[in-house]
């Protein structure tokens, strides 16, 4: 079944398809960057997500807010990706979570690459979280840049990032048991 919307605004496109014969979501979006945009996101992950148990459900529901925010704080409009895409694919084995959005900005592209990069190769997810932490109480005028940590430990999510003619794609991945 394909459902096809779009918000009161026109901000908010989407298509949502379950199968039910089996445990297949697909949701895929495109995105203003607007906070408001990232409440409905939420929301609409959760409803493709409901037949799935509750930890998977919030844990794709916060990777999902997480990458979406990302996009809207550091992403920007640019000619070939205009918009936030934001896609969800869950089948038996796999749910996917991925976010692509334009950026000019180089340097903070290879810090996220950077960062997904320390997330990727970590034996201890947790142990970089807390040290991300101690280094926010250490520094306290220093801008947050929790979320990618919160993706990997409390999420359960693998992280991948490209970055092709200014475009930014983040990947998260988690198995689904």
Same mark, same amino acid.
């Given at each position: 079944?394909?459902?096809?919307?779009?918000?009161?605004?026109?901000?908010?496109?989407?298509?949502?398809?379950?199968?039910?014969?089996?445990?297949?979501?697909?949701?895929? +979006?495109?995105?203003?960057?607007?906070?408001?945009? $990232?409440? !409905? @996101?939420?929301? /609409? *992950?959760? #409803?493709?997500?409901?037949?799935?148990?509750?930890?998977?459900?919030?844990?794709?529901?916060?990777?999902?807010?997480?990458?979406?925010?990302?996009?809207?704080?550091?992403?920007?409009?640019?000619?070939?990706?205009?918009?936030?895409?934001?896609?969800?694919?869950?089948?038996?084995?796999?749910?996917?979570?991925?976010? +692509?959005?334009?950026?000019?900005?180089?340097?903070? $592209?290879? !810090? @996220?690459?950077? /960062? *997904?990069? #320390?997330?990727?190769?970590?034996?201890?997810?947790?142990?970089?979280?807390?040290?991300?932490?101690?280094?926010?109480?250490?520094?306290?005028?220093?801008?947050?840049?929790?979320?990618?940590?919160?993706?990997?430990?409390?999420?359960?999510?693998?992280?991948?990032?490209?970055?092709?003619?200014?475009?930014?794609?983040?990947?998260?991945?988690?198995?689904?048991?």
């Amino acid at each position: 079944m394909a459902e096809r919307r779009v918000d009161d605004y026109g901000q908010f496109m989407m298509t949502l398809i379950k199968d039910p014969l089996n445990m297949h979501r697909y949701y895929k +979006t495109t995105m203003q960057p607007a906070w408001s945009a $990232v409440r !409905e @996101l939420r929301k /609409r *992950v959760a #409803e493709a997500l409901v037949d799935c148990p509750a930890d998977l459900r919030a844990a794709a529901v916060m990777t999902a807010s997480e990458l979406a925010e990302n996009a809207i704080k550091y992403g920007e409009a640019i000619e070939s990706a205009p918009d936030i895409q934001f896609s969800l694919c869950a089948d038996d084995g796999e749910i996917c979570i991925e976010c +692509t959005n334009g950026c000019t900005n180089a340097a903070g $592209v290879t !810090e @996220l690459t950077e /960062r *997904v990069r #320390e997330i990727a190769s970590s034996a201890d997810p947790s142990a970089l979280y807390i040290e991300r932490l101690e280094q926010l109480m250490a520094n306290p005028t220093d801008s947050g840049k929790l979320g990618l940590y919160r993706v990997a430990l409390e999420g359960g999510f693998g992280l991948e990032c490209t970055y092709v003619n200014d475009v930014v794609r983040v990947k998260a991945r988690r198995k689904i048991q």
